[in-house]
């Protein structure tokens, strides 16, 4: 796998996982913020690539080129809990726990229920927007 380090803009770094077919496996990214914080963020690993040490090498390629060209600034990141051990391996420390809270919309609980309601014109107005 071959990873290329894309700068998207000046705080905004992306790299990308290539397979030896030019076919994207996954990618990760870090934004630079003030006082000198950079934020590891927005992994996604390919579901056929999972399991087969993507992440890992995206992850070492990022921090490497932090530790290289960023020497003086803190790495921040939420991870999952099937990363957090990967983090700690590389001396990072969990400072909170965060939860991810989910709702299902009270209006609309599925796509059925969308399209019984575009079906049956209960929509006052509507606006087309492409």
């Given at each position: 796998m071959k990873i290329?380090?894309?700068?998207?803009?000046?705080?905004?770094?992306?790299?990308?996982?290539?397979?030896?077919d030019s076919?994207?496996?996954?990618s990760c990214s870090f934004k630079i913020r003030k006082n000198?914080?950079?934020?590891?963020?927005?992994a996604y690993v390919e579901k056929t690539a999972r399991g087969?040490?993507?992440?890992?090498?995206?992850?070492?390629?990022?921090?490497?080129y932090v530790d290289v060209n960023y020497p003086n600034y803190e790495i921040e990141a939420f991870c999952t809990?099937?990363?957090k051990n990967l983090f700690i391996k590389?001396?990072?420390?969990?400072?909170e726990s965060l939860f991810l809270m989910k709702k299902k919309s009270s209006l609309l609980k599925s796509h059925s229920e969308l399209s019984e309601l575009l079906d049956d014109n209960?929509?006052?107005s509507s606006i087309e927007l492409c």
């Open positions: 290329k380090a894309l700068e998207v803009d000046k705080s905004l770094f992306l790299f990308i996982g290539i397979d030896n076919k994207v496996l996954g000198n914080i950079i934020r590891f963020q927005d087969k040490g993507v992440y890992k090498k995206l992850f070492a390629s990022r921090l490497k809990f099937a990363t590389n001396d990072f420390d969990m400072h209960k929509i006052k």
